[in-house]
């Protein structure tokens, strides 16, 4: 079933408010409580790429990622973290809609279209203004961004602007950038959970895919980050940056456990390494 198409019982909403560390559901889908849930997610739920690794299937249906994140303590890319958050939100209340959107390259070209899954959210006492959620793309904004705002958008990970794009074959997209370098390039038409489902198998199958040429977690934490990309785990803290490989199965895998969360039986093994 589609994200959006489905809610969540009472009992399976109180399981995923924990997951996030939230003690007690919000009174009102406002913008404040959208905040919090951003935050808290990002804190609690790792984006991670492991499945690719592990060889697991990757399935796009709004049950089956809450059932990922909040039954299996997992996390999972922009597709399964976002498509969650689409379940979670529609049932407290929030109005959701699925964004398809290309990701920036480090040459500044654009990906495949479906490249990345956003929402579009409004809340009860916005008066119609349209936030920017995104809890799927690693090292981004901490906060919902205002999707009708042109200005600078101050966030603890940089200053953000929504750019209109208004070149020939554009029709009105919007580019998110961040700290003066476009990230991803949105598109306003809203999708449906299957549309994603060639960029989600071309990103989990394709040698030129970044996600298949090693395993990475990451996750935000109160003073930074922490990242574990193939051995190399790496971690942020107040600014220090810090690096340390580990060559030992047993050592990898209480990171992944004490770090991420994520309880494996054995290592992920790279789909497609780099050479």
Not at 167 to 190: H, I, M, S, T
Not at 213 to 218: G, I, K
Not at 220 to 226: A, I, P, S, W, Y
Not at 228 to 233: E, F, Q, V
Request: hydrophobic share 35%.
């Amino acid at each position: 079933m589609d994200a959006m198409e489905t809610t969540l019982p009472p009992e399976r909403l109180d399981a995923y408010l924990r997951r996030i560390g939230v003690a007690d559901r919000p009174a009102r889908p406002t913008e404040e409580a959208l905040r919090d849930l951003q935050l808290r997610h990002l804190r609690a739920v790792p984006f991670e790429n492991l499945s690719v690794h592990l060889r697991e299937d990757v399935v796009l249906d709004g049950t089956a990622l809450v059932g990922k994140v909040v039954d299996r303590g997992r996390g999972g890319f922009c597709y399964e973290l976002n498509g969650a958050f689409a379940v979670l939100l529609r049932t407290l209340g929030y109005e959701v809609e699925l964004l398809q959107a290309r990701v920036y390259g480090d040459d500044g070209r654009l990906g495949i279209p479906y490249d990345h899954l956003a929402l579009r959210v409004l809340a009860a006492d916005g008066g119609g203004r349209a936030w920017l959620a995104d809890v799927g793309f690693g090292d981004h904004s901490h906060f919902p961004l205002d999707l009708d705002e042109r200005g600078e958008q101050k966030d603890p990970s940089g200053v953000f602007r929504i750019v209109e794009r208004d070149e020939p074959g554009a029709d009105g997209d919007l580019d998110v950038v961040r700290d003066g370098r476009p990230r991803y390039r949105l598109e306003r038409r809203p999708r449906v959970l299957a549309d994603f489902t060639t960029g989600a198998w071309w990103h989990r199958t394709s040698p030129e895919s970044p996600f298949t040429r090693a395993p990475v977690a990451s996750l935000l934490t109160e003073r930074g980050r922490v990242t574990l990309s193939g051995r190399r785990l790496i971690t942020s803290e107040d600014g220090t940056r810090a690096e340390r490989p580990l060559d030992d199965d047993a050592e990898l895998l209480a990171a992944y456990r004490d770090h991420f969360g994520l309880r494996l039986d054995h290592p992920p093994v790279a789909l497609h390494p780099r050479p």
